[in-house]
């Protein structure tokens, strides 16, 4: 097996017990914001979409990219906005 | 070449997202946790646009500008308590740009596909396909669009399983026959088609689990992309998603003491409609609830030097969370210690009565976690529950036969006094008879939340 792939798997391992351990340590309070970023967070998709819209290929393939573009977009800006909206409301006094 | 360095960009990214989580776990950092994981989206977004594939940025600007205006005048204009729906609208908007991909993908390099390949498209426009059409019916559910009631029928989950089988099987003939484009497009509406399906059978209180499922699928699907192409930083960030969802589909399924099984195949909800089957408290039953005026109930905060508000989704939905801050503060000007007590599944999603707090300008450190504050109740004059129900059950504690036995509950019961404000006495929901309501120390305030505490506010104002 090409050693790159077995990096990868290890990576993943590695990254799934800090995201286990980081968001454990995320108050209940925070919860809700925590569930809308990580939502933004999900959008990274927008990368895929960016190539598939930048190409320059077929037209349908640059149509469904740009429209890719629009969503994923909405997902992160909006998901990052919201949170942030959210955040700056709790106050400690 | 810059190519050479762009994995430094990449990897900076990586760092930058797990810290911005990091952050989040006190309100003092959270908001600088979440505009370092922006900047490190933005960071990645631009080191993408200088790939070497990317060569026109017309559709891309365009894109961009479109989906960032939309977003950012979205995020601005939605109310706090709608919160749930935008979460799942959002996290669509996610599954419908992979699924699109996927077919831009598929346009481009039709019939040159290799295996590889086509297993990733098959699997995103399967878990792109579901998270959309999911998350537009948990949408519809939670704006009241439809009916919030879970819908099912007979062979419901054998049909599912069909659906599941014929995906794989599709998937199969794609692979051995590259140029058969068609089949992509009947994998796409099925995965649209199987959303619908897996979604329709739960019940409207439920779909915030599903909106947080469906956001770890897609998290993990990003993993697995990043495993495919190599991509270190998509391996990160996928695992930290689908960390995240997993954890807080766990917290809510523990606060409603329910398995995950049975909340996406139990059609919860669907026997406690039906007369007949609502199960009475055995005991306590005895008498009829003591009723209190709101001057009554003034007199009793004046007096007492501890309180403890407990709010649920019902002040949020009579819109008193300003009413109760106003309420808060008089009491603590009167020398009175005021916390506030959120149960796990308070409001509609995990956090959610926090965030409407907070809007209220109630500050954070009087917000108290279940587990922290349950054993301050004994010690405690005074607790007001507003808009509450469940959540204060003590059958859940003490009666093996209530449908909502086991569910950690707020130890209400053991304070001194008790104010509840309630609309009517009819059974909350779920039809579920309380006992609190008819405990000594209890009394009951009828009348709008909104009302009555706005009542308290006036009777604690004046002399």
Known sequence: MEPIYWTGLYVFLLACFVGFDTITKVPPILHTPLMSGANAISGVTVLGAIVSAGRGDTNLSTILGFLAVVFATINVVGGYAVTDRMLQMFKKE | MFSDYIDIFYMTAAALFIFGLKYMNHPDTARKGNLLSAGAMLMAILVTLLDHEVVSYGMIVAGLVVGGVAGVVWARIVKMTDMPQMVAIFNGFGGLASWLVAYSEISRLTPNLDHFTTVVLVLALLIGGVTFSGSMVAFAKLQ?????????FKGQHLL????????????????????AWPLFVLVGLIALLLGVLLTIPIGGADMPVVISLL???????????????????????????GAAGLILTKVMCDGMNRSLTNVLFGGFGTEAAEPGEVPVAAEGGEGQPKSATVDEAVAMMKAAKSVIIVPGYGLAAAQAQHAVREMGDLLAKNGTTVKYAIHPVAGRMPGHMNVLLAEANVPYPQLFDMDDINDEFEETDLSIVIGANDVVNPAAKTNPSSPIYGMPVLDVEKS????????????????????????????????????????????????
């Open chain 2, 144 to 152: 009241g669009l439809v009916g919030g009631a879970p819908t099912l």
């Open chain 2, 215 to 241: 956001n770890s699928y897609s998290g993990l699907a990003v993993a697995m992309t990043g495993l495919v192409l190599s991509s270190p930083v998509l391996i990160t960030v996928g695992s930290l998603v």
């Open chain 2, 416 to 463: 001194k006094q008790v104010i509840v404000l309630k609309r009517s006495m009819n059974p909350g929901f779920a039809g579920i008879e309380n006992e609190l309501f008819l405990m000594d120390n209890t009394v009951m305030v009828f009348g709008d939340a909104k009302e009555t505490v706005n009542g308290f506010v006036t009777g604690l104002a004046g002399k």
């Open chain 2, 160 to 179: 599912n399983a069909i659906l599941g089988v014929v995906v794989l099987a599709l998937g199969a003939v794609l692979l051995a026959s590259p140029g």
